[in-house]
């Protein structure tokens, strides 16, 4: 299990332009979403703060952190399926290229898709990401 005294970090973070960089004291990689419940209490107990980091696409410097920086890189894959209403749980550190083949393996595809494809789902959804065109949802529609 994860922890935040278990993996000290002195590596410099960059988002994808490498205009947006700093050094947290830890990042962190939860494989599970009970790892991450684990660190979100250890950084509550412990009163340091926490950023959440996709693939770095945003030019924002929302995330820098000098505390804790959690990676969802190994939160990947796709979870329950529900075909009576035809959705299907992703995990939130799932990029988009990598969403679109596990989904074509299933018989299923995103409605729409922008042209960056590099993203988190989470990433992607909590920041607007979108394809063309007005009727078209964000990425997933139901």
């Not at 959440?52 to 990676?71: A, D, N, R, Y």
């Amino acid at each position: 299990m994860l922890s935040i005294e278990s993996e000290k970090n002195t590596k410099q973070w960059m988002n994808w332009s490498e205009q947006v960089k700093f050094t947290p004291e830890h990042i962190l990689y939860p494989g599970t979403i009970e790892e991450v419940q684990t660190i979100v209490k250890e950084c509550v107990l412990k009163e340091k703060k926490i950023r959440v980091i996709g693939s770095g696409h945003s030019f924002s410097p929302l995330i820098e952190t000098k505390q804790t920086l959690i990676s969802l890189d190994h939160l990947q894959g796709v979870g329950q399926i529900d075909t009576g209403e035809n959705t299907i749980e992703v995990l939130a550190g799932t990029k988009l290229y990598r969403l679109g083949e596990l989904l074509h393996e299933l018989g299923y595809a995103m409605e729409n898709m922008g042209d960056i494809d590099q993203q988190s789902i989470a990433g992607a959804i909590s920041t607007g990401t979108h394809g063309t065109g007005v009727p078209l949802k964000i990425l997933l529609h139901k």
